[in-house]
């Protein structure tokens, strides 16, 4: 091999192994309910459906835990009733990596931006930065806030608020969305909404 074959050899694979490597594909266990799944969330789980959750960079044990509520009946599945049924334990799991390899939804950038000094001034006591993480990008079985469609996030807090979204029924989001007023809602979902 001359000099100038190994140094060709060495460039083709430096080329071929990053885009083997990367996750681009989700595995074939889920590829065709996938399909299903976008029409409502989204290609990139990333919503432009009202009322409906962008899924994107959701943390993989979150969404897990949310499928597993809403096909066990401990979450009201709505319009994913049918779907949810069908899924398998193992579907869960890829379905719970797939949606966190993905990049996060892009934060709201038209109306307003949400008024920081107020939007703190209700999270704070109430330490929702604490589980969600400062940057409200969400960890183990707490979800990602940050660039979640405003309404889906008044839909989600009003339903804790109200009783009828139990998750887990360990009562942490009903305990700090009970004190919440209408208003308080809305100008949390704008801020976090908003947040990239
Ligand atoms: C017909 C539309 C529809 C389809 C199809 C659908 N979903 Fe949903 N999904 C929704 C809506 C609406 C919600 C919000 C329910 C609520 O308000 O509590 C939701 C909620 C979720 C949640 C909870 C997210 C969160 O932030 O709490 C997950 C996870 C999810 N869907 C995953 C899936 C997966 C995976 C599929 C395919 C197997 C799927 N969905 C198919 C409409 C749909
Ligand atoms: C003690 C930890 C904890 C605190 C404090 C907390 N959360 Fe949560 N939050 C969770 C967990 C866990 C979930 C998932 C609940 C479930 O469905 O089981 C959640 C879910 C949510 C959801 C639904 C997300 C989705 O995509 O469905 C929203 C919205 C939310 N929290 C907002 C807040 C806000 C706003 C605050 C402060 C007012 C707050 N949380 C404080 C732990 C916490």
Redesign the pocket.
């Known amino acids: 091999m001359t000099a100038k074959t190994r140094f060709l050899c060495a460039a083709m694979i430096a080329v071929a192994l990053p885009s083997a490597g990367r996750a681009a594909d989700p595995p074939a266990s889920i590829k065709s309910?996938?399909t299903?799944?976008n029409?409502?969330?989204g290609p990139k789980g990333v919503s432009s459906?009202a009322?409906?959750?962008s899924?994107a960079a959701?943390p993989n044990i979150?969404?897990q835990y949310?499928?597993v509520f809403?096909r066990e009946g401990g979450?009201?599945?709505?319009?994913?009733a049918a779907?949810?049924k069908t899924?398998t334990d193992d579907q869960i799991r890829d379905?719970g990596a797939w949606?966190e390899s993905l990049p996060p939804p892009p934060a709201l950038k038209t109306g307003e931006g949400g008024d920081e000094a107020r939007a703190m001034a209700i999270i704070k006591p109430r330490h929702c930065d604490s589980c969600h993480k400062e940057d409200f990008s969400g960890q183990g079985e707490t979800?990602r806030l940050a660039g979640?469609r405003p309404d889906?996030l008044i839909?989600?807090l009003e339903?804790f608020r109200s009783g009828e979204?139990r998750g887990r029924g360990m009562g942490a989001m009903m305990e700090v969305s009970v004190t919440l007023k209408d208003d308080d809602i809305q100008t949390i979902a704008t801020y976090l909404a908003h947040k990239p």
Do not use: S, W
């Open positions: 309910i996938l299903t799944c029409a409502c969330h459906l009322q409906t959750p899924l959701q979150f969404t949310q499928l809403m979450r009201k599945p709505g319009a994913m779907v949810v899924l379905l949606y979800g979640q889906y839909k989600a339903d979204r």
